[in-house]
């Protein structure tokens, strides 16, 4: 059973900032791809950022040049750094692992941009 627990959400202003963290109870972290989604209310959950097993990061385009996705395998964690929030960044983001075929989600953290 691989649990995600994500943490750092919270209110923030525009134009601020914030650390998300995820950590993972899973063996051998290292070797899985960990992923950022985001969902908003009325819409679809779409993937914010991505890394692979080598850190490799991938980011949609709203977000890049303003998120920076990485993850500290000594500490079976995955950070979302995000920089220059905006209020249509507002959302419950969440983590994600594919471990062996199986998705795996934490619970979710909120972020709100508002002023």
């Known amino acids: 059973q691989v649990q995600l627990v994500e943490s750092g959400g919270g209110l923030v202003r525009p134009g601020g900032s914030l650390r998300l963290s995820c950590a993972a109870s899973?063996?051998?972290?290292?070797?899985?791809?960990v992923g950022w989604y985001r969902q908003a209310p009325g819409k679809q959950r779409e993937l914010v950022a991505a890394?692979?097993?080598?850190?490799?990061?991938n980011y949609a385009d709203s977000v890049k040049g303003r998120f920076t996705i990485s993850r500290d395998n000594a500490k079976n964690t995955v950070y979302l750094q995000m920089n220059t929030l905006k209020p249509e960044d507002t959302a419950v983001y969440c983590c994600?692992?594919?471990?062996?075929?199986?998705?795996?989600w934490g619970q979710g953290t909120q972020v709100t941009v508002s002023s």
């Open positions: 899973v063996n051998m972290f290292s070797i899985y791809a």
């Open positions: 890394a692979t097993s080598g850190g490799t990061p």
């Open positions: 994600n692992m594919s471990v062996f075929g199986l998705d795996y």
